[in-house]
């Protein structure tokens, strides 16, 4: 039976908020649908189970899976089901480049992006939009004229805030000073990698406490990258989620929530097990003694 997302309770992970909007704060990253480009029935299929499991908060890209990503969320999410789904721009898709995509920086790239993932979502108005910024000395090149100036940028969006296209922005992959001047814009969300084993982000995430906007860590139990450390492999996590027969991605996940007030998570699945794993994760209870012994192993 599907919830009505009216009671905390219903919520998993309990009641947080973003651009006004009361969310679960365990909601749900749409990234790895994109390895259900062939099976569009089973796409469709995890996005109710979320919807059914409390899930109101949802986030995707229109480069995801080249559009296809954003095409499932149109299908599968409907007006009733109150979900407030957070896309972002600043890149586009690259199907067949040496990277699924490529830097769309300039402000009417991002004005573009935001047309077309308002096609491919079916909505009127997107709740959010978050500008991802380009990295810097990162693997994918950038060039000459993609290096644009942030305040060219958050002028581009809050333009659309204001003509209704975008309920409100926020910023992503962004530097302490970025978000600092963004902050000054009225961004509601930071998005940026954060978690038990990347903790370089931890000003920006007390910030955003600070500020009472919504710190939404993307790879928050590691990089996606093959050969890059997991929370999973961390002995502490993985002690910790013995004592509470959990596992240790759901430690890593509670931890979030637990360390700071303001965390959405997104964690993404193309798994129904995991789907419910990670919705699980929002009821699990880490007392004073746990907390210790994972802040402890993240700073080691």
């Not at 994109?34 to 979320?50: E, H, K, Q, W």
């Not at 007390?206 to 993307?218: K, R, S, T, Y």
């Not at 990258?225 to 027969?245: H, K, Q, W, Y």
Request: aromatic residues 4%.
């Amino acid at each position: 039976m599907p919830a009505h997302h009216n009671t905390d309770a219903q919520r998993p992970g309990g009641p947080g908020s973003i651009a006004g909007h009361t969310v679960a704060r365990v909601g749900y990253g749409a990234m790895q649908l994109v390895r259900s480009s062939t099976d569009r029935a089973a796409a469709i299929s995890l996005l109710r189970r979320a919807v059914e499991l409390g899930v109101n908060h949802i986030d995707t890209a229109q480069f995801y899976g080249d559009q296809l990503v954003n095409q499932y969320l149109g299908e599968a999410i409907r007006p009733e089901d109150g979900v407030v789904i957070v896309s972002k721009v600043g890149f586009d898709p690259a199907p067949g480049g040496p990277f699924p995509m490529r830097p769309a920086q300039r402000p009417e790239e991002l004005r573009a992006s935001v047309m077309t993932n308002l096609r491919t979502l079916k909505l009127e108005q997107i709740p959010v939009v978050n500008l991802r910024r380009p990295e810097s000395g990162g693997r994918m090149p950038l060039p000459a004229d993609q290096a644009v100036n942030l305040d060219d940028q958050v002028a581009a969006m809050t333009a659309m805030r204001e003509e209704g296209l975008i309920g409100d922005f926020g910023i992503s992959n962004a530097p302490e000073g970025e978000v600092r001047q963004a902050i000054s814009a009225g961004i509601v969300c930071v998005q940026n990698a954060y978690g038990l084993l990347s903790r370089g982000d931890e000003a920006i995430g007390a910030l955003c406490q600070d500020e009472g906007i919504a710190w939404v860590p993307f790879f928050p139990l590691g990089s996606a990258f093959p050969g890059t450390p997991s929370v999973s492999d961390l002995p502490a996590a993985r002690n910790v989620a013995a004592a509470l027969g959990a596992t240790p991605a759901q430690v890593g996940l509670a931890w979030l929530l637990h360390h700071f007030p303001t965390c959405l998570l997104i964690p993404g699945t193309g798994s129904f097990e995991h789907l419910e794993e990670n919705i699980a994760a929002g009821s699990l209870v880490l007392d004073d003694q746990m907390l210790a012994v994972l802040d402890q192993a993240a700073a080691a």
